[in-house]
Structure formats: C-alpha cells, structure tokens
C-alpha cells in the first residue's frame, strides 16, 4: 500500500499506466513506482496513532498491558464495509479459528489498534495473521 504516514489532508496524485502506476505526494516530492497490485483502498479511518488505515494493513491490538494478549489483525473489504480479522489456533487443538469484527472507530480504540505493516511489505507479518501464531512487530 501506499504510505500511511501521510496526514488525511495530505495531497496525493496518481498515475496509472497499462503496466505501472505511480504516485507522488505533494506537488515537489517526486513520483515513486508501485504495483499496481498493491494499491489499497482507504478505509478514512485512522489508527490511535493518527495513521491513515488501508485495506490490506496489518494492526496490533495494544489494549491489553500484558504483551502476550497483544494479537495481529488484516484489514480486509468484504460485503460492503471493512473488517479486521485475525486467525488464532490453541495448542492443544489442531484446529484455528478466525475472529471477524467489523473495523470502526469504537473497535480501533477498544483494541487500541495500531498499523505494523502491511500484507505486501511485511510477508511475516502477513503470516502470522493468517497462520495463527505470535505477531513479531
């Protein structure tokens, strides 16, 4: 995804070409390739430390002062609205499940959601969401 270090206010331009895309911010800063592949929707959300939130990033639940109830979740668009889902698996169990809550700005601050990364840039990340185990942010 695009930088999500960038305020909402920030402008952005992008250019779409029929193998490449690309974008700048601002007016002066330059323009940067991306993959087409890897441009996010924007969920006009904002983490609880004012970064913008993407489709396809990966947060944290800090809520919890205990570290090991901290717990990755991928944003994902799916039946009109964005939801956060994290796969979990126990133990002493073979199978996972995955908890879905839809994504909102109540559900950021309960969780105290934070942006770690993004499923294209942080492949590790991305499986620890999707295979269950500890997030290594």
Not at 65 to 84: R, T
Request: charged share 30%; proline share 3%; glycine share 8%.
């Amino acid at each position: 995804c695009i930088d999500n270090s960038r305020g909402k206010d920030e402008p952005m331009s992008v250019i779409f070409e029929p193998d490449s895309s690309f974008y700048a911010k601002g007016e002066t800063e330059g323009w940067y390739q991306v993959h087409p592949e890897t441009i996010c929707q924007s969920t006009e959300l904002t983490d609880i430390k004012g970064n913008l939130i993407f489709e396809g990033d990966i947060l944290e639940s800090r809520a919890s002062e205990n570290k090991a109830d901290w717990k990755c979740w991928l944003v994902e668009y799916k039946d009109g609205g964005f939801c956060i889902l994290c796969k979990t698996s126990k133990k002493h169990r073979k199978r996972s499940s995955v908890e879905v809550w839809q994504l909102c700005a109540d559900e950021i601050e309960l969780l105290g959601l934070v942006i770690v990364g993004n499923k294209f840039d942080f492949p590790i990340l991305f499986k620890s969401v999707t295979g269950g185990t500890e997030c290594k942010s």
